[in-house]
Nanobody, 120 residues
Framework: QVQLVESGGELVQPGGSLRLSCAAS???????????MSWYRQAPGKERVLVAH????????NYADSVKGRFTISRNNAEKTLYLQMNSLKPEDTAVYYC??????????WGQGTQVTVSS
């Protein structure tokens, strides 16, 4: 069974940095390397929104305006892992962060989420 598991969410002070990881299991290396991936987040009382997207080969990078210049999405296809490097964190970045596999020939796959809290 395919599964995504996020990790790395913590309490961090404004201006700090975090690196989130999303480990995929149940994929072959080949199938994972064919799958575009995204990070989403959902703040309390807000809709879930796209944060960043990356193509299957690490191309087609796209970021929400709110995180552009501060966040970097990357992937290691050999390790079947997606990353989100978050710098210069702000309180408004507080949210549950989810990774999503944009499965080409089936339903999209979501992880369980990891909590990021930016507060002094």
């Amino acid at each position: 069974q395919v599964q995504l598991v996020e990790s790395g969410g913590e309490l961090v002070q404004p201006g700090g940095s975090l690196r989130l990881s999303c480990a995929a299991s149940g994929f072959t290396v080949v199938s994972y390397a064919m799958t575009p991936m995204s990070w989403y987040r959902q703040a309390p009382g807000k809709e879930r929104v796209l944060v960043a997207h990356i193509g299957s080969a690490g191309d087609s990078l796209n970021y929400a305006d709110s995180v552009k210049g501060r966040f970097t999405i990357s992937r290691n296809n050999a390790e079947k892992t997606l990353y989100l490097q978050m710098n210069s964190l702000k309180p408004e970045d507080t949210a549950v962060y989810y990774c999503k596999a944009d499965v080409l020939y089936g339903p999209d796959l979501w992880g369980q989420g990891t909590q990021v809290t930016v507060s002094s």
